[in-house]
């Protein structure tokens, strides 16, 4: 292969659960004497800087043949081999299936042979059946449902039968050594011995207890009498390094092919444990047997052979023999009988090497996949390369007839992303603080898994000699810890001239941040390691699984085949691939700091109406970035060279045929049926993440390279706008731009959304095997782009289409959700209402630059406000949407991601008054009574007798209108809403609470000025409860003396004196009267009431000058109190009790008073 062509594309995605919850660990029982704990390491003797993210050291997926969902299950081997976890990668789902989102981990007592676990699926079950062999020789039997992937109770109930455990005679002492384990079905195991041989393990389907469950049949290569004397568990050359099973789709027929590493092929006949065929793995029978280990296989390369096909009695076989530069071999496998078999070498003259790629490293072919597509006669086959951590896969389709042609020219390859993110160079004049730049890429959905950055965290501590503060941050996030661990670092210190240096303090921040950066990457390399290839043939989806992720292998969209493929042509000529690498090597040019500016001038073009014409629009970008103090003459003859002089290459049609890359939108020919499973939507997410980013930096590099060569002419007549319509093209960038940066948002913004009531934890068993350890989450993490739009994606059904087309549309839906004429509409004002809904109005109102001028936008921006406290802001925009969200119309749409519940929609679109009684209530809610005010008022001067139910709304309005006066202490605009109001019940009521508060609040003069129309009588009533009902005069609300000016006021002398009066004989009952309240003894609080009480009915008519008062009870015969009696009370009388009293008080002073209740004083 002299070039490399990318048709492919990896997404990488991590193994972190959105929730803890999902996780499952169960302890599986042992009938081993041994203990886990006698030969594990003690986890206090680790270092603090070790990686403690969960690398698998075997992992691979297995697909199910007899059941659709759930399909394929990834399982990983974890822990030193002690841990067996198992999860479903499935992409899609029946409609009405439940995701299975449960990881099982099962804990053995003993570590497990990793070449020692089969799957296989009972064709009469719906269920997975796992076989695991451990050190200790115990053969686990593991029955899972599918309801164990999905219902946390089901794996809490505990296993029971569902595992079983057996001990084959053969491996009891040692006698045989396992080393391959095959599952023929789930009736019959294959193990290959170290010795060469193998055992065949027939289940007893006669469920006789006095029977071993297991018959175990053995078989050798090197004869019966050898084999029974075993072996000490070293691999002899005849032992199996790969071992694959097939019947060749003929009933009754097992065969067994083996490569084993003497470099040879053997066909056994499982039925008779006979040897069929014994040939070279490269056909080589000349081969001098002395040199036999020339030629010997490492034990570790297991991946060496392959069979494919569904030709009844016919299959393809391909071989690798890894020995020299590496060699593939295709055989034609055939029966007849199912009791012979013939092997038959395709290509005898031909030596099938695999080309590396390209590049000077040294790569090794780590494993292979081989697959036909159904219906046709195609075969298609996948390479995986290995160096060291990194990998590299390659892909090849072919026709048997035409695999010599194709092997030499149709190789294509999967473009890995290899480049390392880093944080912009942060500047003085960089607005955003570095701090939060390095958080963002730290933190980016699916870039570290948390325990990565814990352990980066533990490691950088170590490195600055923070020892020991681990434990001190199980109340600190990870994010605050690593601040906190940064900043110990740095301190602010002065310059010379005595300022702040903090040009110091920003590079030393800096240089803490990449040293940390630097110890996460190399952490985290170890993830990447592939350790497995794997191919589902139905639905055509290659996987690369490594230690602690998988990569998901997509096509290419037009743009990425593009970018990726820079000297290829694209639709017969290399136009659009020239001006696309013009762009995006002009930019590479610019410095960090020109690209924020050139971003920071771009984003009011993409989010602002703007006035200017286009040309205007075109100079204030160039004049404001100014990037052209930063192009040299090199730069710009590099642009020439690729698009000649005068940019002659580039025209509006050209434009157009780039721009439409930037459009691929995707309708499916057949109907979408089966809805996108978590892990099928994170795939989603995660190639959404990397094709956002890769167009928007080609977007971003082409409306540069535009206003570039705008104004790069050395005569008015070579203006680019006069053959191009630049202004066009301007727009139709700024609106993929706006796009683009929205979806960019949605995939890099991470919400927590509860977890659904399926996957929620409700065992109670106390037997449960499950490790309670971890902690239980009620809630998942999910990207803003997955919870607001996954459930609308979907994908045709596989029956209905050929199979192979997964890669594909997994492709055509991102780039369809990446195109601005997308099937998949992103309306920000519904996720803003999403967000709402969660309590995440801090994430909201970063969305509302992309969100339109519509009603009901503005009038989520001002829910959004509102939600912030910023109410005058909120205020606007309810004011701005009114008109809008008030105009009645048939049939709204009534859309808010549940923001509106059924009575809040039924004020809008329902008339002004109603409308603004919705914000009423809203702004009252989070009680800014201010604005209650202000909206109340606005409701009710739009209330006429037009509007239905106008008494009922206006009522309605005044009561929250009076309410948020009161709060604000607005008596007048409360007494004015007041003695508006027409339902007399509500208007006593509010009366009540009004003079309640006033009187609280001491605003007595203010009560008795205001007028009360038509309410005096019930004011007057009010307040004289509140005296009656009043027992401390002294401390209490002076009711007495509020209604006496109100009577006062109201030239009502005779009820002023009354209520004088009443505040006498209180102030007498409380026993405070004699307390002297002036200089003189006889100015007491009861003298003071008298002086006013006597000149009060000294302003009326002498003939009118008295009062009545009710008399005290009096005991009747029967020994009852009897009714009391009023009595009348002239001025005469008034005078002589205060003068009685001056007399009482003087003859106290003057110890003057009786010795007995019944003594009269001896007044002198």
């Known amino acids: 292969?002299?070039?490399?062509?990318?048709?492919?594309?990896?997404?990488?995605?991590?193994?972190?659960?959105?929730?803890?919850?999902?996780?499952?660990?169960?302890?599986?029982?042992?009938?081993?004497?041994?203990?886990?704990?006698?030969?594990?390491?003690?986890?206090?003797?680790?270092?603090?800087?070790?990686?403690?993210?969960?690398?698998?050291?075997?992992?691979?997926?297995?697909?199910?043949?007899?059941?659709?969902?759930?399909?394929?299950?990834?399982?990983?081997?974890?822990?030193?081999?002690?841990?067996?976890?198992?999860?479903?990668?499935?992409?899609?789902?029946?409609?009405?299936?439940?995701?299975?989102?449960?990881?099982?981990?099962?804990?053995?007592?003993?570590?497990?042979?990793?070449?020692?676990?089969?799957?296989?699926?009972?064709?009469?079950?719906?269920?997975?059946?796992?076989?695991?062999?451990?050190?200790?020789?115990?053969?686990?039997?593991?029955?899972?449902?599918?309801?164990?992937?999905?219902?946390?109770?089901?794996?809490?109930?505990?296993?029971?039968?569902?595992?079983?455990?057996?001990?084959?005679?053969?491996?009891?002492?040692?006698?045989?050594?396992?080393?391959?384990?095959?599952?023929?079905?789930?009736?019959?195991?294959?193990?290959?011995?170290?010795?060469?041989?193998?055992?065949?393990?027939?289940?007893?389907?006669?469920?006789?207890?006095?029977?071993?469950?297991?018959?175990?049949?053995?078989?050798?290569?090197?004869?019966?009498?050898?084999?029974?004397?075993?072996?000490?568990?070293?691999?002899?050359?005849?032992?199996?390094?790969?071992?694959?099973?097939?019947?060749?789709?003929?009933?009754?027929?097992?065969?067994?092919?083996?490569?084993?590493?003497?470099?040879?092929?053997?066909?056994?006949?499982?039925?008779?444990?006979?040897?069929?065929?014994?040939?070279d793995l490269l056909n080589n029978s000349a081969r001098d047997p002395q040199e036999t280990g020339k030629w010997q296989l490492d034990a570790t390369q297991t991946n060496l052979i392959r069979i494919v096909g569904d030709t009844e009695g016919r299959r393809l076989g391909v071989t690798y023999s890894p020995v020299g530069?590496?060699?593939?071999?295709?055989?034609?496998?055939?029966?007849?009988?199912?009791?012979?078999?013939?092997?038959?070498?395709?290509?005898?003259a031909r030596n099938f090497i695999p080309n590396p790629p390209l590049g000077s490293d040294v790569w090794t072919l780590a494993d292979f996949s081989v697959a036909q597509r159904s219906a046709t006669d195609e075969f298609r086959m996948w390479l995986l390369w290995k160096n060291n951590m990194a990998y590299r896969v390659q892909e090849l389709t072919f026709l048997l007839e035409e695999l010599v042609q194709a092997w030499e020219s149709r190789w294509r390859s999967v473009f890995s992303d290899t480049a390392i993110p880093t944080a912009q160079v942060s500047s003085s004049s960089d607005p955003t603080d570095p701090t939060e730049k390095w958080l963002q890429l730290i933190f980016f959905p699916g870039r570290f898994p948390r325990a990565t950055v814990e352990a980066a965290l533990g490691a950088y501590e170590g490195a600055i000699g923070r020892h020991g503060r681990t434990s001190s941050r199980n109340g600190q996030g990870l994010a605050e810890s690593i601040c906190s661990a940064i900043a110990s670092t740095s301190s602010l210190n002065k310059t010379s001239s005595g300022d702040m240096d903090h040009e110091q303090f920003r590079n030393s921040s800096e240089m803490q941040w990449r040293k940390f950066y630097r110890i996460l990457l190399e952490l985290d390399k170890p993830r990447s390691e592939a350790l497995s290839l794997s191919y589902e043939s139905e639905s055509g989806m290659p996987w690369v699984v490594c230690a602690d992720s998988v990569s998901a292998i997509r096509e290419c969209c037009e743009l990425e085949q593009i970018c990726h493929n820079p000297n290829s042509t694209f639709e017969g000529s290399k136009e659009v691939p020239a001006l696309v690498t013009s762009g995006v090597n002009f930019v590479e040019g610019f410095s960090d700091s020109m690209l924020q500016i050139c971003h920071s001038v771009l984003r009011p073009e993409m989010f602002e109406e703007s006035s200017k014409?286009?040309?205007?629009?075109?100079?204030?970008?160039?004049?404001?970035?100014?990037?052209?103090?930063?192009?040299?003459?090199?730069?710009?003859?590099?642009?020439?060279?690729?698009?000649?002089?005068?940019?002659?290459?580039?025209?509006?049609?050209?434009?157009?045929?780039?721009?439409?890359?930037?459009?691929?939108?995707?309708?499916?020919?057949?109907?979408?049926?089966?809805?996108?499973?978590?892990?099928?939507?994170?795939?989603?997410?995660?190639?959404?993440?990397?094709?956002?980013?890769?167009?928007?930096?080609?977007?971003?590099?082409?409306?540069?390279?535009?206003?570039?060569?705008?104004?790069?002419?050395?005569?008015?007549?070579?203006?680019?706008?006069?053959?191009?319509?630049?202004?066009?093209?301007?727009?139709?960038?700024?609106?993929?731009?706006?796009r683009l940066e929205l979806l960019r948002w949605l995939a890099n913004t991470q919400i927590t959304t509860p977890l659904p009531k399926a996957d929620k934890s409700n065992s109670v068993s106390g037997s449960s095997p499950v490790n309670s350890k971890r902690q239980v989450e009620e809630h998942r993490v999910l990207t803003a782009l997955e919870g607001n739009v996954g459930h609308l994606l979907e994908l045709p059904g596989l029956a209905s289409i050929h199979t192979g087309?997964?890669?594909?549309?997994?492709?055509?839906?991102?780039?369809?959700?990446?195109?601005?004429?997308?099937n998949v509409e992103l309306q920000p004002q519904y996720i803003q209402c999403g967000l709402l809904v969660r309590d995440r109005a801090d994430l909201a109102v970063e969305l509302t630059p992309f969100c339109e001028q519509d009603p009901f936008s503005t009038y989520v921006q001002g829910r959004v406000y509102l939600a912030l406290k910023d109410f005058r802001t909120a205020a606007t925009f309810f004011k701005k949407a009114a008109y809008g969200m008030s105009v009645p119309q048939a049939?709204?749409?009534?859309?808010?991601?549940?923001?509106?519940?059924?009575?809040?929609?039924?004020?809008?679109?329902?008339?002004?008054?109603?409308?603004?009684?919705?914000?009423?209530?809203?702004?009252?809610?989070?009680?800014?009574?201010?604005?209650?005010?202000?909206?109340?008022?606005?409701?009710?001067?739009?209330?006429?007798?037009?509007?239905?139910?106008?008494?009922?709304?206006?009522?309605?309005?005044?009561?929250?209108?009076?309410?948020?006066?009161?709060?604000?202490s607005q008596f007048e605009t409360a007494h004015s809403t007041v003695v508006a109001m027409k339902d007399r019940a509500l208007q006593h009521s509010c009366l009540r609470a009004l003079l309640q508060r006033m009187c609280d609040n001491l605003h007595n003069s203010e009560l008795v000025n205001f007028t009360f129309p038509?309410?005096?009588?019930?004011?007057?009533?009010?307040?004289?409860?509140?005296?009656?009902?009043?027992?401390?005069?002294?401390?209490?609300?002076?009711?007495?003396?509020?209604?006496?000016?109100?009577?006062?006021?109201?030239?009502?002398?005779?009820?002023?004196?009354?209520?004088?009066?009443?505040?006498?004989?209180?102030?007498?009952?409380?026993?405070?009267?004699?307390?002297?309240?002036?200089?003189?003894?006889?100015?007491?609080?009861?003298?003071?009431?008298?002086?006013?009480?006597?000149?009060?009915?000294?302003?009326?008519?002498?003939?009118?000058?008295?009062?009545?008062?009710?008399?005290?009870?009096?005991?009747?015969?029967?020994?009852?109190?009897?009714?009391?009696?009023?009595?009348?009370?002239?001025?005469?009388?008034?005078?002589?009790?205060?003068?009685?009293?001056?007399?009482?008080?003087?003859?106290?002073?003057?110890?003057?008073?009786?010795?007995?209740?019944?003594?009269?004083?001896?007044?002198?």
């Open 891 to 968: 049939n709204p749409e009534r859309h808010s991601s549940g923001l509106l519940d059924e009575t809040e929609w039924n004020l809008l679109f329902a008339g002004l008054p109603r409308y603004y009684a919705h914000i009423v209530a809203l702004f009252e809610h989070q009680k800014a009574y201010s604005f209650v005010i202000d909206f109340a008022r606005l409701s009710l001067q739009f209330v006429t007798r037009t509007t239905e139910d106008a008494d009922k709304v206006r009522t309605e309005i005044q009561c929250r209108l009076f309410s948020g006066a009161l709060a604000t």
């Open 1014 to 1164: 038509g309410l005096q009588t019930a004011v007057d009533d009010i307040l004289a409860q509140h005296c009656q009902d009043t027992v401390d005069v002294i401390t209490g609300v002076p009711y007495h003396q509020i209604l006496y000016a109100w009577r006062i006021k109201r030239n009502d002398y005779r009820g002023a004196a009354s209520i004088l009066l009443d505040r006498i004989q209180k102030l007498r009952q409380l026993g405070e009267g004699d307390q002297v309240t002036g200089d003189d003894i006889l100015d007491t609080a009861v003298t003071r009431q008298y002086l006013m009480l006597i000149n009060v009915l000294s302003c009326v008519d002498p003939k009118q000058a008295w009062i009545t008062i009710e008399g005290q009870p009096h005991p009747t015969k029967s020994g009852t109190n009897g009714t009391p009696k009023r009595r009348v009370v002239t001025l005469a009388d008034i005078r002589k009790e205060y003068q009685d009293e001056l007399d009482r008080i003087a003859a106290i002073h003057n110890d003057q008073f009786g010795f007995a209740a019944d003594d009269e004083m001896e007044i002198l």
């Open 805 to 822: 087309a997964m890669p594909s549309w997994i492709t055509n839906i991102v780039a369809d959700l990446c195109a601005p004429a997308s």
């Open 613 to 738: 014409s286009d040309q205007e629009r075109l100079q204030f970008v160039s004049d404001k970035a100014g990037f052209w103090r930063q192009i040299s003459d090199e730069d710009a003859a590099q642009v020439t060279d690729t698009l000649g002089p005068n940019f002659n290459l580039v025209t509006t049609r050209l434009y157009d045929r780039v721009l439409a890359t930037f459009n691929e939108t995707w309708e499916p020919s057949h109907p979408t049926e089966l809805p996108l499973t978590e892990f099928g939507r994170k795939i989603i997410v995660r190639s959404v993440q990397d094709l956002a980013e890769l167009q928007w930096h080609i977007c971003f590099s082409q409306l540069i390279l535009l206003v570039h060569m705008e104004f790069e002419f050395d005569s008015p007549e070579d203006a680019l706008h006069n053959s191009v319509e630049v202004g066009v093209i301007y727009r139709n960038l700024l609106i993929i731009l706006r």
């Open 1 to 279: 292969m002299a070039t490399t062509s990318y048709l492919y594309k990896e997404t990488r995605l991590n193994l972190e659960p959105s929730s803890s919850s999902y996780i499952v660990d169960i302890e599986l029982p042992s009938t081993s004497s041994q203990t886990r704990s006698s030969r594990r390491p003690s986890k206090s003797t680790k270092g603090i800087a070790k990686n403690n993210t969960p690398r698998a050291t075997t992992s691979a997926i297995y697909y199910r043949k007899h059941h659709n969902f759930p399909r394929g299950f990834l399982w990983r081997i974890l822990e030193d081999d002690t841990v067996l976890s198992i999860r479903t990668v499935d992409i899609c789902k029946p409609k009405k299936a439940s995701d299975a989102n449960l990881v099982l981990n099962f804990h053995f007592q003993q570590p497990i042979i990793p070449t020692c676990v089969a799957f296989c699926d009972p064709p009469d079950h719906d269920a997975l059946s796992i076989f695991i062999l451990d050190t200790a020789n115990q053969m686990y039997n593991i029955f899972l449902r599918p309801d164990s992937f999905r219902k946390r109770s089901f794996a809490e109930s505990g296993l029971g039968d569902s595992c079983k455990i057996f001990q084959p005679n053969a491996f009891r002492g040692g006698f045989k050594h396992p080393y391959r384990l095959v599952a023929v079905n789930c009736d019959q195991l294959v193990a290959t011995l170290s010795d060469g041989g193998h055992i065949r393990l027939d289940k007893n389907t006669s469920h006789t207890a006095s029977q071993m469950p297991w018959k175990e049949t053995f078989y050798n290569a090197k004869g019966w009498f050898r084999s029974l004397l075993g072996g000490r568990g070293d691999l002899d050359i005849k032992a199996a390094a790969a071992a694959v099973h097939t019947d060749l789709g003929l009933n009754n027929a097992s065969f067994l092919f083996t490569v084993c590493l003497d470099h040879r092929l053997r066909i056994w006949n499982l039925n008779s444990g006979t040897i069929l065929e014994a040939v």
């Open 325 to 348: 530069p590496g060699e593939f071999k295709f055989w034609m496998i055939e029966s007849d009988n199912g009791t012979t078999i013939q092997a038959d070498d395709l290509f005898p």
